[in-house]
C-alpha cells in the first residue's frame, strides 16, 4: 500500500522560509515522479514542483520559480520542498502525491495534471502571515 506523509508545515511571517518533507513507503520509491501540490481556500488545486526517480530532473510553476527548490533522497525515501521568500499568496494547503512508471507519457504531456498522479498525502498546511 502507498503511503505518503507530509510534514513541515506551520506559520510563518512573508519573507520567512520552511522546508517540507513527504515520507513515502509502499512502492519503489527511486522509479516516481514526486509531486508537491497546493490547494487555496476557494482556489483549484496548483501544481507547484516535480522531481522525476531516475534523473532527479525538476519542474516549477512559475508562481514558485525562483523561491522554491524541490530536492529527494532516495535513501530516505523523501521529497523535501525547501519554501523560501514566502508569501501570503503560498498560504495553502500542500500535498505531495505520486506518478507510477505507467504514467510516463500521460505524465510528460502534463505534469502538473492531478489526473496522472495515483497516491496522494494528507496535506500540510502553510500560512504566510503579512
Known amino acids: 500500500e502507498v503511503q505518503l506523509v507530509e510534514s513541515g508545515g506551520g506559520l510563518v511571517q512573508a519573507g520567512g522560509s520552511l522546508r517540507l518533507s513527504c515520507a513515502a513507503r509502499?512502492?519503489?520509491?527511486?522509479?516516481?515522479?514526486i509531486g508537491w501540490f497546493r490547494q487555496a481556500p476557494g482556489k483549484e488545486l496548483e501544481g507547484v514542483s516535480f522531481?522525476?526517480?531516475?534523473?532527479?530532473?525538476?519542474l516549477y510553476s512559475d508562481s514558485v520559480k525562483g523561491r522554491f527548490t524541490i530536492s529527494r533522497d532516495n535513501a530516505k525515501r523523501t521529497v523535501y520542498l525547501q519554501m523560501n521568500n514566502l508569501q501570503p499568496g503560498d498560504t495553502a494547503i500542500y500535498y505531495c502525491?505520486?506518478?507510477?512508471?505507467?504514467?510516463?507519457?500521460?505524465?510528460?504531456?502534463?505534469?502538473?495534471?492531478?489526473?496522472?498522479?495515483?497516491?496522494w498525502g494528507q496535506g500540510t498546511q502553510v500560512t504566510v502571515s503579512s
Open positions: 502525491a505520486t506518478s507510477s512508471p505507467r504514467m510516463a507519457s500521460q505524465w510528460a504531456y502534463n505534469p502538473a495534471g492531478r489526473e496522472v498522479y495515483d497516491s
Open positions: 509502499g512502492f519503489t520509491f527511486d522509479d516516481y515522479v
Open positions: 522531481i522525476v526517480g531516475n534523473d532527479a530532473s525538476t
